[in-house]
C-alpha cells in the first residue's frame, strides 16, 4: 500500500553535504512514523533519525547529533536526511522506513514494516 524511493546519495569527501530525499505514496502521509536508517557492509542495521509523525517527536542517533537533520513536506509526501561535515564512517547504505498510525518508540527496524530500496552514501578521506 505505500511504496517508499530514495535519492541524493553519492560520493563526497570528508567534511561535505549530501541531502537525501524518501518519495511516498500514501494518501496519510503526516500521520506516518518516518525514519532513516543505515547499513554498512558486514554490519547491522542502525538508526539515524526518525519522527513519530508530523509535528510530534524527533530523535536522533547520538553519532549524528549536530550534524545531520531530518524534516518532512506533507505537501510533496517527502522525508528528507540534511547531512553535513560527513565522514568515513558515515559510508553506508541509507534506507528511508515507515509505520501507519503509529505512536510508540522508534529506534528499532524491526518496528517498521514499509522500506525503501536504500541509497549509498560514500564518504572519502
Known amino acids: 500500500q505505500v511504496q517508499l524511493v530514495e535519492s541524493g546519495g553519492g560520493l563526497v569527501q570528508a567534511g561535505g553535504s549530501l541531502r537525501l530525499s524518501c518519495v511516498a505514496s500514501?494518501?496519510?502521509?503526516?500521520?506516518?512514523?518516518m525514519a532513516w536508517f543505515r547499513q554498512a557492509p558486514g554490519k547491522e542495521r542502525e538508526i539515524v533519525a526518525a519522527m513519530r509523525e508530523s509535528g510530534g517527536s524527533i530523535y536522533y542517533a547520538d553519532f549524528v547529533k549536530g550534524r545531520f537533520t531530518i524534516s518532512r513536506d506533507n505537501a510533496k509526501t517527502t522525508l528528507y536526511l540534511q547531512m553535513n561535515r560527513l565522514k568515513p564512517e558515515d559510508t553506508a547504505v541509507y534506507s528511508c522506513a515507515a509505520r501507519l498510525h503509529y505512536y510508540g518508540d522508534l529506534d528499532r527496524p524491526e518496528l517498521y514494516n514499509y522500506w525503501g530500496q536504500g541509497t549509498q552514501v560514500t564518504v572519502s578521506s
Open positions: 500514501s494518501r496519510t502521509f503526516s500521520r506516518h512514523a
